[in-house]
């Protein structure tokens, strides 16, 4: 009955580029249909990992989309089993791998309570240890709310730690990206120099987002200190070690901009490894994705000290909405007419002048900057910082972003 049902409304009322979905259809397609149905049938909600999708059961959603998730994915599995399918299973994450989580890592915590895995606060080895699925879509019982990140010397304190261990021009320029930008770290790790020049601002760099297959979609914008460090790095450091000597203006377009000591494209495991020293060294416990996070709050906290009336602040995190990139498109469509990059530049203008004013009070060593453990249990977004009434608004804007 669950597959018939299923079936039924593909035949009925799927939509794929214009036309009806059939079974036999491809992967892509079918993963397409299939997201409607859970989203506009089963009532659930989709969050969108880098190669998967959570769904996440509302109040309004049946007990049974487990048991229809299994079905089709054996149904596929079949036909693809009796060669009456020509593409890959729908329901399974091409890029899982079989061979993660082998060995459990020595730092592994016994007996811990752990958050799930959409929280984004495990590292990668710890996470790849435990029991994980080949699905695409990954069945979650509860919703994860996230923090948010408040605390404004966070950067500042990352930027010391970074420069008492003697951190490279690479990282501090990766970094000072994450905290400038809002962007994800693998948008950054994958820019190149084309990148750049297909944007016509100076600060502003064309970026991939996530599920865009590839496509520069989306731009990245950032200060002029940090452009400045991107230039000496990419004609200094990064000409030591890249294969084709040549300076910023001469790389071609294709040359990835960030790279390892070998010459070769830089990843997130080799970034992680520079990171960890970090926190370590600013002793605070950190996610690489909570700059995400602290990057929009104060965003909104900027939009809240520039905005002259409600208009206008509801004008401004539209236009902050549409520069993140929120995957629900119902809600890209509704705020579609509002996005104008120049506002935009004009509020992150503001954030970025605001930055390198506590950037400068913070490196001048008062007391109040440095003392370490406050920083710990500090970050956590109150009422005192935003309006009671905007702590739900960013909560399920932050739904949008992982």
């Not at 059939?22 to 506009?40: C, N, Q």
């Not at 049974?64 to 693809?80: E, G």
């Not at 506002?343 to 003392?371: D, V």
């Amino acid at each position: 009955m669950t597959l018939e049902r299923f079936f039924s409304w593909l035949a009925k009322s799927s939509n794929y580029q214009g036309a009806r979905v059939m079974w036999s259809d491809s992967h892509l397609a079918i993963r397409t249909a299939i997201e409607d149905y859970l989203v506009y049938q089963m009532g659930c909600k989709l969050r969108s990992k880098e190669n998967f999708q959570y769904v996440i059961m509302t109040k309004k959603s049946p007990q049974t989309i487990n048991h229809f998730l299994a079905a089709i994915k054996s149904f596929y599995k079949t036909v693809l089993q009796l060669k009456l399918y020509e593409f890959q299973n729908p329901l399974v994450d091409a890029d899982y791998s079989i061979t993660i989580g082998k060995v459990k890592p020595s730092s592994m915590r016994e007996n811990k309570p752990r958050l799930p895995k959409i929280a984004g606060t495990e590292i990668p080895y710890e996470s790849s240890y435990r029991k994980q699925s080949d699905s695409y879509f990954k069945l979650v019982a509860n919703e994860w709310k996230p923090n948010i990140i408040a605390d404004q010397d966070l950067p500042y304190i990352l930027y010391r730690a970074g420069s008492d261990i003697g951190w490279s021009l690479r990282d501090e320029v990766i970094i000072r990206m994450l905290f400038e930008t809002g962007a994800r770290i693998n948008e950054i790790l994958e820019l190149t120099i084309g990148d750049y020049r297909q944007r016509i601002n100076l600060y502003e760099i064309a970026t991939l987002n996530k599920g865009s297959e590839k496509r520069r979609i989306k731009f990245l914008r950032f200060s002029q200190d940090t452009l400045k460090l991107l230039i000496r790095y990419v004609n200094s450091e990064r000409k030591k070690y890249a294969h084709e000597k040549h300076t910023f203006t001469k790389l071609s377009d294709s040359e990835v901009i960030f790279l390892t000591r070998r010459g070769d494209p830089y990843n997130y495991r080799a970034f992680y490894s520079h990171w960890s020293k970090i926190i370590i060294q600013a002793k605070i416990k950190m996610n690489i994705h909570k700059t995400r996070h602290w990057f929009v709050t104060n965003m909104i906290r900027n939009i809240y000290d520039t905005a002259s009336d409600s208009g206008e602040i509801e004008m401004k995190k539209h236009e902050l909405i549409n520069y993140m990139k929120w995957k629900d498109p119902e809600t890209i469509k509704v705020y579609e007419h509002y996005f104008n990059e120049a506002a935009f530049r004009e509020i992150h203008e503001n954030m970025a002048k605001k930055m390198q004013e506590y950037e400068q009070e913070y490196l001048k060593g008062s007391q109040s900057y440095i003392e370490g453990n406050r920083f710990t249990n500090s970050i956590l977004l109150t009422e005192e910082i935003l309006p009671v009434e905007e702590i739900e608004w960013i909560n399920e804007f932050y739904k949008g972003m992982e």
